[in-house]
């Protein structure tokens, strides 16, 4: 049977973590697993996770008055849901609704930044690969604002 | 240089502003053949030319088939041609695809939007010779669901053995049960063998930069990226001087040009 750590460490997004920071993690995660059409969290609330992929899809919805919800970006295998738990306020800011049925490793918001504030080299590592996400993410974002596909 | 009349045996409609005319010659005559990534000039009659990408199978000799977006008067003259009625045609011109080259290895295509239409023939042409290329990976974005090109061929060419398709939109309506996001997002799902691979990559020009980046962070050098350019061409043989981009004439040394021939112009502001 996989382990926790076995999990967190065959994920792309810890590929390479030293197995000292793992150890140090596997007490903040948890194996959860949501079915279709789920909300996983919603705009407003309390960052307190943050989830690990590995089977599934999620979509981040956005919703406005006048206009229609829409799906702003989906994530799948691999890739990892959510970052607001890194950042002050710690507040969700966009819907996540699973798309199919989707299994994941929840990392406890609240033990990892504990964890991080007592091992700094620990957060100094999170830290770097959360900024490597966001700077691929801020990319995406830029190149889907300009809005390329549209008619000039 | 003078067009030849061809009649439109069949206009479909693919996007709310984009459609596919198949073309024929009146006489009955086979068309002229082609090479995936070529393209012809269409002459709708008391309107204006216009270069448009072949977007047909290169095998079926009897017919050109043209994906055409509205977008302006005369895109918008060429894709409201009945059936029946008379187009000219002269071409086909340019250098295209690198499809003999591409033996052997692996095939990377990028689309973006209305790209997907001069990538198309190379795809037809690898399924029709499927034991002389290796895995073929599609990346396709598009703008929102309603714009994909080619739906039904993309469920088809998903089901293909050694190919692996990726269907993009940059928007999603709740309804859209696929992926959203741009269509550098999905090389994260791609399979890709970097040293046995070639890469085609057809879009917006600022699509083809993000993408041109990310095959470089793959391992892919710029001998085996290779772009479809666009720019005013007019008379489609390098003579009018109207699409030189740089040292090169788009319609006559391309449009199709490796990564590494156009890298230093595309980062020409000027350009």
Redesign the interface.
Known sequence: METLEGIIAGH?FFEGLDPQYLALMVGCASNVRFNANTYIFKEGGEANEFFLIRAG?V?L?VFGANR???????L?E??VLGWSWLIEPYIWKFHART?EMTRAIALDAKCLRAKCEENHDLGYEIMKRFASLMQRRL??TR??L??????? | MLPQAFQVRAAGKETP?TFTLTLAPHNGDHANSFEPGQFSMLWTFGVGELPISISGDPTKEDRLVYTV?S?GKATHALVSQQVGSSVGVRGPYGVGWPVEAARGQDLIIVA??IGLAPLRPVIYKVLAERESYGRLVLLY???NPR?LLYRKELVAWSRTRDTQVLVTV?????S???????V??LF??ARIHPERSLAMIC??E??MR?VTRELETQGLTRDRIYLSMERNMKCGVGLCGHCQYGPYFICKDGPVFTYRQMQPLLEKYEL
């Open positions: 792309p899809k979509a919805e229609k919800p829409s799906i702003i970006e989906t799948g691999g890739e798309m990319e995406a190149f889907q300009l809005d390329v596909y549209a008619a000039r | 502003d977006r977008v973006g939007g974005g598009a703008r714009d940059d928007y999603g309506g709740l859209w049960r696929g992926h959203v996001g741009v550098t997002t994260k799902f879009g917006p600022i699509m993000f």
